[in-house]
């Protein structure tokens, strides 16, 4: 419709030989006339009366109902705001501004009839095409309406300064050029009310917003802004102030079963208060109302039997502003004084109670007629001037047009000592103040700056208002404030203490899911928003240290979750300690073998000229006792937390020290075998096997040994390691090999010299003596190699500190069973049996025994 109405003005303009006004609106208007004339559009009624179009013929004139008073006082800060600039003489010298204020009805039909009756003509110019007779609009309260006017002024490019409109829509340049406002856009009451509700925890909240523009794109905004911090909507309500009951009722009931503890309404004072009356009176209470600016102010419901359903509604609102000589001039009204202009029988009939015998739509034996002797509550509201808030929106949206204009007519900045008019009042275009706007930056006399972003919009500052009821009336009482810092952030600042919440003192909860305790995560619920969820324990391993939690945080490898699952504690750390049990008895049980050997050793050095000694090769003999004390020893090594030197040296010194002890075995079974051999004719095997021979067999499979060792610690020497895969609440402490081959090398080794040393005393276990060594060898190399056969499975088996454990076993039993099946029969014959200690008994069949 709008593009039309613009092909059609731009028709009329070009081809038309004159413009010819169709018809008129007849509208009430408060009117004052001066050189540049400035429209102004105020919802002065709240209401219109509904009306049936039949399309057959011209609407009948509108009636609206509702006075409102508020309204008529944005209506009379205009005609004080334009009576001020026409005073000043450095704001529009020598040039007087005019108004034409129409009223919109709070409706969108009547707006578009007011906003095309302020941009038309007027019979008596005569048939000359003229331009639209008002430079500028301030309009309209809501939403709804500025869009109206938006879109039917944009083709006039007459610019428009919003009051009250906060629709985040009207920021948009391209569609709406020459659109400005006062009030900040919801944009950022939006992420006001989203902090405020991240603030105070409230997760789950109620909407009820109005079914319009202002509505819808207000939820979409504030529904977008609290996806961030998981808000969820649980349910939207809509509703308009010509909704039917049914409606009404309908957002009721989805409140009360609901339950939701907080409610944000998204809705003009108008529009809400029907719905306020029903939640009255059905007595709703208990609830924590969150408001919009465009009614948290609002004078009609902030009443005591309202406060009832509404106590502690919290809300933001713009700056207030005290004007005292703007009070003075709202006691003046007087609808007896000739100068009056419209609608002051209206406004003098919702203040008194009657309205003049001189006012026109009088109903005879309704309407109460004034006698001239009434007196006005001056305690009324409407005379209250020092919180104003959106008069002074419209205060400054004046003020912005005239310095706009003053720009476009003497070319420079306001204040200039000599103006110089550059431009006749007769050649200003809206189009041109429009461009001008853009450009105003101005502090006005209450220290307020004023100027427009490049989407029209102001500076982004709020009060945060608390319903309280003090003195029998409620008042809304400053809690805080929210703005943006000089590095763009959204600073929010409440005073908690001042608070007083619907549930009193206590900050109301508004959870659809208590929030998840230490230790535990959130897990969605199928089917239900995202604030909607159960509480699921951490697994081990893992921990919220946060309330809330969305995800657990899986603790660094070497910490582990406590019970609780709330910290990550560290992991104990595991290795074979000479302070356990196990460590004791290990330690305990290899002491014991060396005191035992050592104890051997000292009574073959005590006994070394007796027969048995001898018999037994003495040197060999002593070598083996002392290599088996070493062994004995070696386990020790093995206990205590691992270290680089410890870990070089276990291996080492076990693999030198089993190699010597079995090199030694391995000596005596075959000393034991050539001396047999021997005693046969013509062997002469036991000279050529004398003492320097069995020294050299014993050094030079020991030499062996150390070459691998030497090699192994050169390559790849074991060293400290931590395992953390064997247990989750542990950490191992072990000696890595360093190389698997070089390890088994070494027990490859002393597996090859026993087996050896076995095969060769099993085939002299039956040579003749009444004390032959062969058996006893035999018997120890069967225990050494079944323990170490039995030492590989259960090595690898053994988790942790046991697999250490294994080893020192291995260890511990192959060297007992080396002391015992070897050096016990001799020991029993030295100190039980001394008389089987001869030479005579140990040659038995008359065979010499080997020296």
């Not at 070009?14 to 102004?40: P, T």
């Not at 902090?195 to 789950?204: H, Q, V």
């Not at 431009?423 to 809206?430: A, D, E």
């Not at 050094?699 to 030497?710: A, E």
Request: glycine fraction near 6%; charge should be positive.
């Amino acid at each position: 419709m709008f593009n039309v109405l613009h092909l059609c003005f731009l028709l009329c303009t070009q081809i038309c030989s004159a413009c010819k006004l169709l018809g008129k609106f007849e509208m009430q208007d408060i009117f004052k006339e001066g050189d540049i004339m400035i429209g102004g559009i105020f919802p002065i009624f709240n209401k219109q009366e509904n009306v049936l179009v039949s399309f057959e013929k011209t609407p009948p004139r509108h009636q609206c109902k509702l006075f409102d008073l508020r309204a008529y006082r944005w209506t009379r800060i205009m005609m004080f705001a334009i009576d001020e600039i026409n005073r000043d003489d450095r704001l529009l010298p020598n040039i007087s501004l005019g108004y034409r204020m129409l009223d919109s009805c709070a409706s969108p039909t009547i707006v578009l009839r007011a906003a095309l009756t302020l941009v038309s003509g007027s019979e008596d110019k005569g048939s000359e095409c003229h331009p639209p007779p008002i430079t500028a609009l301030i309009a309209e309260s809501g939403s709804t309406q500025s869009l109206v006017v938006a879109e039917a002024l944009g083709p006039f490019e007459v610019p428009m300064i919003s009051y009250f409109s906060t629709c985040e829509c009207l920021s948009d340049k391209k569609k709406y050029p020459a659109f400005f406002r006062t009030i900040p856009s919801y944009y950022h009451e939006a992420k006001a009310l989203a902090l405020l509700a991240k603030r105070f925890g409230w997760t789950w909240i109620g909407a009820v917003l109005s079914d319009n523009e202002y509505g819808r794109y207000g939820i979409a905004r504030f529904t977008k802004e609290v996806e961030e911090v998981e808000v969820c909507i649980a349910f939207v309500g809509s509703i308009l102030r010509t909704s039917p009951q049914s409606k009404i009722l309908e957002v009721v009931e989805m409140i009360k079963k609901s339950k939701v503890k907080v409610i944000l309404a998204i809705v003009p004072e108008g529009d809400l208060y029907p719905l306020m009356l029903e939640v009255l009176k059905q007595n709703i209470t208990g609830i924590q109302w969150l408001a919009s600016s465009a009614w948290v102010t609002a004078n009609r419901p902030s009443t005591p039997e309202m406060f009832k359903s509404f106590r502690g509604t919290i809300g933001f609102v713009v700056r207030k502003i005290a004007m005292p000589k703007f009070g003075l001039l709202l006691k003046d009204i007087n609808p007896y004084q000739v100068t009056e202009s419209s609608f002051v029988s209206d406004f003098w009939e919702t203040i008194v109670g009657c309205r003049p015998s001189t006012a026109a739509n009088i109903i005879p034996n309704i309407t109460k007629i004034c006698t001239g002797n009434e007196k006005v509550d001056y305690t009324n509201n409407f005379f209250d001037v020092s919180q104003l808030r959106i008069a002074y929106n419209v205060y400054q949206g004046v003020y912005a047009i005239a310095h706009a204009l003053h720009r476009v007519v003497f070319c420079e900045m306001p204040g200039s000592y000599v103006p110089r008019k550059c431009l006749n009042v007769s050649q200003i275009t809206p189009k041109m103040v429009s461009e001008k706007l853009k450009d105003v930056r101005f502090v006005d006399q209450f220290g307020g700056e004023v100027y427009f972003d490049q989407n029209g919009d102001p500076p982004a500052t709020y009060e945060i208002i608390n319903w309280q009821l003090r003195e029998g009336a409620v008042q809304h009482i400053p809690v805080g404030h929210f703005r943006i810092s000089a590095n763009g952030k959204y600073d929010l600042v409440i005073d908690e203490d001042k608070i007083v919440w619907n549930t009193g003192n206590l900050t109301p909860k508004a959870v659809c899911s208590e929030i998840c305790p230490l230790g535990t995560r959130k897990a969605r619920i199928k089917g239900l928003p995202v604030c909607c969820f159960d509480c699921i324990p951490c697994a081990d391993g893992s921990i919220s240290n946060t309330t809330g939690a969305a995800d657990c945080i899986i603790c660094p490898i070497e910490y582990w979750s406590n019970e609780r699952k709330d910290s990550c504690i560290m992991k104990v750390t595991e290795f074979l300690s000479y302070t356990e049990t196990m460590g004791i008895v290990l330690v305990a049980l290899s002491l014991f073998g060396a005191c035992l050997t050592f104890s051997t050793l000292v009574v073959f050095i005590h006994f070394r000229e007796t027969p048995i000694v001898k018999a037994n090769n003495s040197e060999l003999s002593l070598l083996l006792l002392v290599s088996l004390i070493l062994c004995f020893l070696c386990p020790v090594t093995f206990i205590g937390e691992p270290t680089v030197w410890s870990c070089m040296l276990r291996h080492t010194a076990f693999g030198i020290t089993f190699a010597l002890c079995i090199s030694c075995v391995l000596g005596k079974t075959i000393v034991v075998v050539t001396a047999f051999r021997a005693t046969l004719p013509g062997n002469n095997m036991a000279a050529k096997f004398g003492p320097a021979q069995q020294r050299g067999i014993v050094c030079s499979c020991t030499v062996i040994q150390v070459v691998i060792c030497i090699l192994w610690l050169n390559i790849s020497p074991p060293f400290p390691n931590k395992l953390y895969e064997q247990s989750n609440k542990k950490i191992i402490l072990e000696c890595n090999t360093g190389s698997d081959a070089a390890f088994y090398s070494v027990l490859g080794y002393i597996s090859l010299l026993a087996v050896i040393c076995l095969v060769l005393a099993f085939l002299a276990r039956k040579l003749p003596d009444n004390f032959n060594e062969a058996k006893m060898i035999t018997f120890s190399m069967l225990i050494f190699c079944a323990v170490w056969i039995t030492f590989i499975p259960a090595y690898i088996s053994s988790p942790g500190k046991y697999t250490v454990a294994v080893e020192i076993f291995a260890i511990l039993s192959s060297a007992f069973g080396l002391l015992l099946c070897i050096f016990m029969p001799k020991c029993y014959i030295i100190l039980i049996k001394p008389e089987r200690n001869t030479k005579k008994h140990m040659m038995g069949k008359n065979l010499k025994p080997a020296m």
